[in-house]
């Protein structure tokens, strides 16, 4: 996209308002913080995980960062420009369901071959538990990556061929919601 105009045009706004969960004011403001944050338009990977690990100060989000920022890079460019980052957050933060469950299939399927490997899931699953660091207590059954990308494998490859389709990811977390929490490494509430 190269150097940020300092106004969105109108037909890149329209796009944006047709094709995201955002107002005219909400993508205007997201806007302004994204070319102020990034005057050159675009935002790095070494940023990207400078501003990720902010977040996780007790962990290593670096390898996660690493495989959300190639999601959000929807060219494949090296640089996340604003209409992919407010695309990847008008999905991530209020998309349906079905749209969160595709950007995250998108995510864990590192080799973007329709499929995830056990590999692949244990690869963030791994970045995952780095990046949480010692703050979350896991069940015996998920206290390792190993156990966890194994659990998910029991409840997810219905047909056992050792991948994960879209349509078994999809329906795995559908038909039981910790799944969701599995692969969002959310602890189990204590109720």
Wanted: aromatic share 10%; charged share 30%.
């Amino acid at each position: 996209m190269g150097k940020l105009n300092s106004k969105l045009k109108p037909e890149q706004l329209e796009d944006l308002k047709r094709n995201t969960h955002f107002s005219e004011d909400e993508i205007r403001n997201w806007y302004r913080g994204f070319q102020k944050d990034c005057p050159s338009g675009q935002l790095s990977i070494g940023e990207f995980k400078k501003i990720y690990g902010n977040f996780f100060p007790s962990g290593d989000a670096s390898r996660f960062a690493e495989h959300v920022f190639r999601t959000f890079d929807s060219n494949s460019d090296g640089v996340i420009d604003f209409h992919e980052f407010i695309f990847a957050l008008s999905v991530t933060s209020r998309g349906k369901l079905d749209q969160k469950l595709q950007w995250a299939f998108s995510m864990y399927d590192l080799d973007r071959d329709g499929f995830i490997s056990r590999e692949e899931m244990l690869e963030i699953v791994t970045a995952i538990y780095k990046m949480v660091g010692t703050v979350m207590k896991m069940p015996d059954d998920e206290s390792t990556p190993e156990k966890r990308t194994d659990k998910i494998f029991k409840q997810m490859d219905t047909n056992l061929d050792g991948r994960l389709s879209l349509e078994e990811f999809v329906e795995g977390a559908k038909n039981d919601p910790s799944i969701v929490r599995l692969l969002q490494c959310e602890p189990i509430s204590q109720s």
